[in-house]
């Protein structure tokens, strides 16, 4: 039987992976390449969605992860706050089964380029990143750095 990779990097305890990788070591460090990464994380998540039994902390988390959202952001889309969130995704409160099944839609939506909901998801992550990257502009005013009016 030919040797699989543990995958941990998606954030998921159970990932292995026969194929599809290539792992090198140079200078006594490891570097990994994946093919197809978008691919791959696209599988993992149908594979996640697929399953029988409630979402894991950790499961939520990577599905969170792939809708490129922060934790206030998919709180506000889902009227809780990010603190919830991070409980959920901690495992310190039990994730609700209606959240549950709106994060395995929302994952399956994703999946649909066409999707309204895939393109409103892509808009959020958009608007995130641009309010995250916009310029900071600061001045100086009495030996002390402030952000310039």
């Known amino acids: 039987m030919s040797k699989s990779y543990h995958y941990t990097e998606c954030g998921?305890?159970?990932?292995?992976l026969k194929n599809g990788y290539t792992l090198e070591i140079i200078d006594g460090e490891e570097y990994l390449s994946i093919d197809?990464?978008?691919?791959?994380?696209?599988?993992?998540?149908?594979?996640?969605?697929?399953?029988?039994q409630g979402l894991t902390g950790d499961e939520f988390k990577f599905l969170r992860l792939q809708f490129n959202q922060s934790r206030r952001v998919l709180g506000e889309l889902l009227g809780i706050d990010q603190q919830t969130v991070g409980r959920w995704e901690k495992e310190e409160t039990a994730i609700p089964k209606t959240v549950d099944a709106t994060m395995r839609?929302?994952?399956?939506?994703?999946?649909?380029?066409?999707?309204?909901?895939?393109?409103?998801?892509?808009?959020?992550?958009?608007?995130?990143?641009?309010?995250?990257?916009?310029e900071i502009i600061l001045e100086e005013k009495d030996h002390q750095w402030l952000k310039a009016v």
């Open 12 to 16: 998921l305890p159970n990932v292995h």
């Open 36 to 52: 197809d990464m978008n691919g791959l994380h696209n599988a993992i998540g149908s594979q996640v969605v697929d399953k029988n």
């Open 105 to 134: 839609q929302l994952f399956l939506e994703l999946l649909n380029e066409d999707s309204n909901l895939s393109y409103l998801l892509e808009k959020l992550a958009d608007r995130e990143a641009k309010t995250l990257m916009s």
